[in-house]
Each structure stands twice: as structure tokens, then as C-alpha cells.
């Protein structure tokens, strides 16, 4: 009723924010992703605002209700392949002008359900940054505030996709046989061969600093690598 009430001519876009739960719907993992305490508006002259606010949210494509012509009135084709045709559809020039989120979470997200959960490191390091840094409309810093442009630059995060089981000499050998830095090169190898449950349970302890640390230990606690910590704690957290 209340995503109904928000539809009119005068939006093109209407984003819904969502919490997110387990696999089976009966533990609640994060209780809102855009922790906002009011609805919020968006029109012409907010882009950027929109940009930082919303496009980490954007990437669950069930948050988003969006007016059919303005849909129909963008260049669809060229996001083909890239998992995530909606969030291009969205921030390609020129940005949207009439946009309304609500921030009470009428979604529930059901985590690690995704279809492509065992691409999630080709997807995450490569897909999403190189559509983020695609749009011509916001700033290196505002895209940077999204995500890095080579985020698999970062030893901590190829350190967690290990952790997760979703990085390895195969994903190694794929794309980064050919780094020119050595020294950046050598680490990425000894992480893609490091024991996984060892990376699993050295990223729980880490993830426990971190706010969201249910989300994060049960992310690790999914993983085919999964240490006894991580699946201990996940068990612990339904109770």
C-alpha cells in the first residue's frame, strides 16, 4: 500500500529499502540496508547525492520499481552481460530526475540465495567496479565511494573472496597470470593456495570489528571451506 501511494506521474523511480535474512528466512542478518530515518526525495540538481545514497543498495534488483516509459526510454542494450542492466539503466546519462526511496525495509532479502553465487568474484571485482566507473555523471570520488576501480587490488578483499571459496588458483590462473606488478602477483598466488578453512577462520575473528558481523560471519559460514568457528557461530546466532 504504502509503495502503491508513492507511484504517480511525478516519479520515475521509486527505491524500497530492504532487510536481509538467512537462507531459510528465520534469522534477520542486517535490519536495514539504507538506514534511513525518513523517506527521502531526489530530484534534479541530486544526482551525486542519489548516486552515494542508493547505487550500493541498487545492486538487489527487487528494491527497485520504476515507471515503464522512463524504462523504455533508456539505452538498455550495451548493460547486457553485466549482471546488472537495472542499476545502468539508472545512472546512464543523463540521471533520473524524479526519484522517491522509502526507508521503511518492506523487502526481505534472502542471503546466499543468488543465482550467482559461485561467480561472485568475477562479479564483485570486475563487473560491478567497471559498471560503476562507466557512468559519466558523478565524480572518481563519488564512484570510489561505491566501489575502488580495481578492487581486487586490495589484499583484504581477494583475502575474503578466499575465505567465502570463491577465490582460488583457478580465478589466480583466469586473471591475473598476466599482472606486471610481481610483487602483487606473488601475494595473489600464496592467497589462492592458502588452506581456505584457515582464511575462513582468520576472517571471522577479523569480521567481528565489523557492525554488520552477523551478515559477515554467515556470509563465511556459507562457504563450501567453512571453518568450525564460523559455522559454530552462525548456529549460535539463530538462538
Known amino acids: 500500500k504504502k509503495v502503491l501511494s508513492t507511484l504517480n506521474d511525478e516519479v520515475d523511480l521509486v527505491i524500497v529499502d530492504?532487510?536481509?535474512?538467512?537462507?531459510?528466512m528465520s534469522m534477520i542478518l542486517e535490519k536495514s540496508r539504507l538506514n534511513f530515518d525518513r523517506d527521502r526525495e531526489y530530484r534534479?540538481?541530486?544526482?551525486?547525492?542519489?548516486?552515494?545514497?542508493?547505487?550500493?543498495?541498487?545492486?538487489?534488483i527487487g528494491c527497485v520499481i520504476i515507471q515503464r516509459d522512463f524504462w523504455l526510454s533508456r539505452e538498455?542494450?550495451?548493460?547486457?552481460?553485466?549482471?546488472?542492466?537495472?542499476?545502468?539503466v539508472i545512472f546512464q546519462h543523463p540521471p533520473?530526475?524524479?526519484?522517491?526511496?522509502?526507508?521503511?525495509?518492506?523487502?526481505?532479502?534472502?542471503y546466499g540465495n543468488a543465482m550467482w553465487t559461485s561467480r561472485a568474484?568475477?562479479?564483485?571485482?570486475?563487473?560491478?567496479?567497471?559498471?560503476?566507473?562507466?557512468?559519466?555523471d558523478y565524480s572518481d570520488n563519488d564512484k570510489k565511494s561505491i566501489c575502488l576501480?580495481?578492487?581486487?587490488?586490495?589484499?583484504?578483499?581477494?583475502?575474503?573472496?578466499?575465505?567465502?571459496?570463491?577465490?582460488?588458483?583457478?580465478?589466480?590462473?583466469?586473471?591475473f597470470l598476466r599482472e606486471k606488478n610481481l610483487l602483487l602477483k606473488f601475494i595473489l598466488f600464496?592467497?589462492?593456495?592458502?588452506?581456505?578453512?584457515?582464511?575462513?577462520?582468520?576472517?571471522?575473528?577479523?569480521?567481528f570489528k565489523n557492525k554488520s558481523f552477523r551478515l559477515s560471519i554467515y556470509e563465511l559460514s556459507l562457504s563450501q571451506n567453512a571453518s568450525i568457528l564460523s559455522l559454530y557461530l552462525s548456529r549460535r546466532f539463530r538462538k
Do not use: C, Q
Not at 158 to 173: L, M, N, P, Q, T
Open 18 to 24: 530492504a532487510e536481509v535474512r538467512n537462507a531459510d
Open 76 to 88: 538498455r542494450t550495451s548493460y547486457f552481460g553485466t549482471v546488472f542492466i537495472h542499476v545502468g
Open 96 to 110: 533520473p530526475e524524479k526519484i522517491h526511496v522509502i526507508s521503511e525495509p518492506l523487502v526481505m532479502i534472502r
Open 121 to 136: 568474484f568475477d562479479i564483485w571485482m570486475f563487473k560491478w567496479p567497471k559498471l560503476i566507473w562507466s557512468f559519466s
Open 44 to 60: 534534479k540538481g541530486d544526482e551525486d547525492k542519489f548516486f552515494v545514497d542508493v547505487a550500493n543498495h541498487l545492486s538487489f
Open 190 to 207: 600464496i592467497i589462492a593456495v592458502i588452506p581456505a578453512k584457515l582464511t575462513n577462520f582468520l576472517s571471522v575473528i577479523y569480521v
Open 149 to 175: 576501480r580495481e578492487p581486487w587490488r586490495k589484499i583484504k578483499a581477494v583475502f575474503h573472496y578466499r575465505a567465502k571459496g570463491a577465490y582460488s588458483i583457478k580465478e589466480f590462473k583466469k586473471y
